[in-house]
T-cell receptor, first 112, second 111 residues
Framework: EAGVVQSPRYKIIEKKQPVAFWCNPI?????LYWYLQNLGQGPELLIR????????DSQLPKDRFSAERLKGVDSTLKIQPAELGDSAVYLC??????????FGPGTRLTVL | RKEVEQDPGPFNVPEGATVAFNCTYS??????FFWYRQDCRKEPKLLMS???SGNEDGRFTAQLNRASQYISLLIRDSKLSDSATYLC????????????FGKGTKLSVIP
């Protein structure tokens, strides 16, 4: 069974530039999450989707971050404009229950 | 007080040693508890769920103390391959999909 797929794996951009990350969850998983992980920290939730509906986006900095999951399958997370402090690993996860979340390999973003 | 607190370590232990990690959580409504493992520059993966009665999976034993809001993970007969960061994870309440992760405890098993 294919796992959670994310792309790109690495991205280096200059500050003030836009960037987008893509995630394809495990087939059949209705719940999709975007997390941010800084070095030495645990993952922090940015947004959670149930199918195409964002049910928890309270931690998403909406002035510069946006996300969508138009058909309830794959999802895109965008930052515009990027700031130096956005450098981190962006993890996508999916689940079919509240018991286990399956993570993708992440996108490592460096903002110069 | 942080929602999930862990000693970041690092714990440096010799092969074959027994090591224990502890974690405390602040949300008394939490109902589901987990230990995730994260290898260096990799994604977190579920190691085991933690049940009220305690549970064991091979060399790994997890315990939950709801009264003290405390979770533990015991690793016996440590292997080099156990070297990783162990994340304590709790949910927001009954049936909640929202998970809160601790910062993790780094374990290095040395030959």
């Amino acid at each position: 069974e294919a796992g959670v797929v994310q792309s790109p794996r690495y991205k280096i951009i200059e500050k003030k530039q836009p960037v987008a990350f893509w995630c394809n969850p495990i087939s059949g998983h209705n719940t999709l999450y975007w997390y941010l992980q800084n070095l030495g920290q645990g993952p922090e939730l940015l947004i959670r989707y149930e199918n195409e509906e964002a049910v928890d986006d309270s931690q998403l900095p909406k002035d510069r971050f946006s996300a969508e999951r138009l058909k309830g399958v794959d999802s895109t997370l965008k930052i515009q404009p990027a700031e130096l402090g956005d450098s981190a690993v962006y993890l996508c996860a999916s689940s079919s229950s509240y018991n286990e979340q399956f993570f993708g390999p992440g996108t490592r973003l460096t903002v110069l | 007080r942080k929602e999930v607190e862990q000693d970041p370590g690092p714990f440096n232990v010799p092969e074959g040693a027994t090591v224990a990690f502890n974690c405390t959580y602040s949300n008394s409504a939490s109902q589901s508890f987990f230990w995730y493992r994260q290898d260096c520059r990799k994604e977190p993966k579920l190691l085991m769920s933690v049940y009220s009665s305690g549970n064991e999976d091979g060399r790994f034993t997890a315990q939950l103390n709801r009264a003290s809001q405390y979770i533990s993970l015991l690793i016996r007969d440590s292997k080099l391959s156990d070297s990783a960061t162990y994340l304590c994870v709790v949910n927001a309440g009954a049936g909640s999909y929202q998970l809160t992760f601790g910062k993790g405890t780094k374990l290095s098993v040395i030959p």
